[in-house]
């Protein structure tokens, strides 16, 4: 919990993403709504005893502020969450402190049947979106799973489709059309109402694209080790994601430096330059496990001199955190996907690829390091 000295500065600070004031007061259903809605964010801490202004207004009575506060908390929140309660004195006033932590089961709501999620210094009702995500982030609803509006069996490479399940000597090719529709219903490439799902579309689709506007990469090599440094290259790489996957490793190979020297009549690499599977690793974690519900930013691959950075949409999950991502713990944003692509051989489903680029990165002291950026996930691995 916080000192005295932490709460002084926090209260100069003023509310934000973080931290919220409330008059000692304040409404069981306002209360409510604010732990719904750091719950449903980044989670945060509600000063009580503390006015919108900063001013501080204290505790008053002889309530039993702790109990209240974990009955709304328990009560008032669906589903019920537990908070951590301390107070301190300032200026000879009680303020109550209530650390909200990050959600491990989100969507949050309160009774009144209110989604919440906290913006800048305020809440806001979910929109529809925000709230699809929220439900991804706790695995109650795959977003890979839903048919594409405008799609049907034309979108789909047959081609593709038929050597795919020649691997389990099944002749799509000479299937009834009954039976082939049936085939790819069952298989997830189409949904019931005939439209290619969105992971049918994003490994079997002709053009995935014309549906899924930024479901690509979109690479950028700058000079230097910031943003705003001259461009070397930029490419942005669309079709399906095994192709994609395929197509980035090979612009990163193309991009990337190899300090060598003559030794005898041989060129000999002098550098040190991450294994290809560090890089195909990355690539296909952004890709397989991105928040495709999330339409407005495709995966962006930035070199740099000194890194390269590999810029996903979508947060992880609520139960993976950063340090069990490491450690090889891993969940399936999108199952179906993950299923094509470990068929394809691509993926092993076994939790061994960030372990394994940690572990690489060590062993030649670099750092490789994981940050939630909003509604983003960014992997840094320094070179």
Known sequence: ?????????????????????????????????????????????????????GEISGLQGNKNFEEWAANIARNNVIPAISIEYDEVEIENKKIAILEVNKGKDKPYQTVKHQFLIRVGSTNRVTTQAELMR???????FHFDSNGVEGTSFSDLNLTKIDQYFNRYEIDFSRETEADRFN???????????????????????????????????????????EITGDLIDKQNIESTIDYQVDTALSVIKNNLLHPSSIIGTKRVDTGFIYSDKVFRELLLNACVHR?????????????????????????????VTIEKLKAGVSYAVNPII??????????????????????????????????????????????
Do not use: W
Request: with cysteine; aromatic share 10%; glycine share 8%.
């Open 183 to 225: 085939l790819l219903k069952n298989s997830d490439i189409l949904d019931e109402d005939g439209c290619v799902t969105v992971a049918g579309l994003l490994i079997f689709g002709i053009n995935p694209q014309r549906y899924l506007y930024n479901a690509s990469i979109s690479f950028a090599h700058f000079k230097g080790n």
């Open 338 to 383: 993950v299923k094509f692509m470990e068929n394809l051989r691509y993926i092993d489903k076994l939790g061994r690829g960030i372990p394994m680029v940690c572990k690489e990165a060590e062993r030649n002291n670099k750092e490789v390091t994981f940050k939630e950026l909003g509604e983003e996930f960014k992997v840094t691995l320094y070179l």
């Open 291 to 319: 928040n495709y519900a999330i339409s407005g930013s495709s995966i962006r691959v930035f070199l740099f001199d000194d890194r390269i950075e590999f810029i996903s949409p979508g947060k992880l999950p609520n139960t």
């Open 1 to 53: 919990m916080y000192n005295k000295e932490e709460i002084i500065q926090l209260i100069k600070g003023g509310e934000n993403s973080s931290v919220e004031f409330k008059a000692p007061d304040v409404k069981i259903d306002s209360l409510a709504r604010e732990i719904v809605a750091f719950s449903n964010t980044n989670g945060g801490v509600i000063l009580l005893g503390v006015e919108d202004n």
């Open 134 to 140: 929220l439900f991804q982030q706790s695995g109650v």
